[in-house]
């Protein structure tokens, strides 16, 4: 997931590439500046590409097992009716999903 969020990172400096080369006084400057955002553009494409392809089949797997692990889980606790480890089960799949939030979050606001 690294390398996700690397990709995140760099579509967000695109983006700041592109407001300095708009920004730019001078025409000749401004064109370069502007033909260098496009080629880090195209590289950032090009990477995320190369980075989508393994990703697809690890991330159906893991979707697929996490959802078997879960509904053998939910099915075995509603069958025991044990009201702590049911407790247990729902508070442990909120605290992950509070902690994915609250990183994601703060890896949304960087800039």
């Known amino acids: 997931m690294e390398t996700v969020d690397h990709l995140l990172v760099k579509f967000r400096q695109v983006k700041h590439i592109l407001l300095l080369a708009l920004c730019q006084k001078m025409d000749t400057g401004r064109k370069e500046a502007f033909c260098?955002?496009?080629?880090?553009?195209?590289?950032?494409?090009?990477?995320?590409?190369?980075?989508?392809e393994p990703l697809e089949f690890g991330?159906?797997?893991?979707?697929?097992?996490?959802?078997?692990?879960?509904?053998?889980?939910?099915?075995?606790?509603?069958?025991?009716?044990?009201?702590?480890?049911?407790?247990?089960?729902a508070s442990s799949i909120l605290l992950s999903i509070v902690l994915l939030c609250y990183f994601r979050e703060g890896l949304m606001m960087m800039e």
Not at 36 to 52: G, L, P
Not at 66 to 75: D, K, Q, V
Request: net charge positive; with cysteine.
């Open 59 to 89: 991330t159906f797997v893991h979707i697929f097992l996490t959802a078997g692990l879960l509904g053998c889980t939910s099915y075995r606790l509603i069958k025991s009716i044990s009201l702590g480890g049911m407790c247990l089960f």
């Open 36 to 52: 260098f955002a496009v080629e880090y553009h195209k590289a950032t494409i090009r990477m995320s590409e190369m980075v989508n």
